[in-house]
């Protein structure tokens, strides 16, 4: 990469639990930066027992030489002052979101007025990941749940499978024409 290309930066967003620090460790082909702090609520040590309290942060080089930054937001609300801070000069945003529990998928909708805000020309992508766990809704529930239109696709992914990752990436980075249609979606969920 030459000092004039400038790197592409993918946010990953979503609510607790959905996978963002597995995402982006699966994705990095660097040592990932991770903020990871011991769950302390009670209703959260259920899920987990870790939590990213700040971001995530890990590198990906495209086939053709493209650099990817890619970062994780923490997913709970507490830590939403960092939603704005990583969200400037995001291209792309990937929303995460758990397949098999919809109880806090709320959370991510919260995020996603944070960054119309932040960066109103972005691209959103609907990402419903943990597609693997024999509890998962079918891709038809998840879409109706969420009321996207018919227009707008979901993409399945398993976080912890490489190969799933990287092709959740490449279609987010090939999403330019989707852009407008992306954000009026979003505007009417």
Known sequence: MTN????????????????????????SQ???????????????????????????????????????NIFGVPGQKRFS?????????TETVILLLDSTDISRWYETFEQINVFRKEIPNARFVFVAN?????NALSMEEIKKKLKLPAH??????????????ISVIKEALDETNCKSANQMAVANI
């Open 81 to 89: 002052f960092m939603w704005s801070i990583l969200a400037k000069n």
């Open 152 to 165: 707008m696709k979901l993409l399945e992914c398993v976080a912890t499978d490489k190969d799933s990752v």
């Open 30 to 68: 660097i040592k990932t930066v991770e903020t990871e702090r011991r769950t302390t609520l009670e209703e959260e040590k259920s899920k987990k027992q870790s939590t990213t309290v700040a971001m995530d942060y890990g590198e990906y080089q495209t086939e053709d030489g493209r650099k990817v």
């Open 130 to 134: 943990k597609r693997d766990l024999p």
């Open 4 to 27: 004039k290309e400038k790197a592409t930066k993918l946010l990953i967003a979503g609510h607790f639990g959905a996978g963002k620090t597995t995402f982006v460790k699966t994705a």
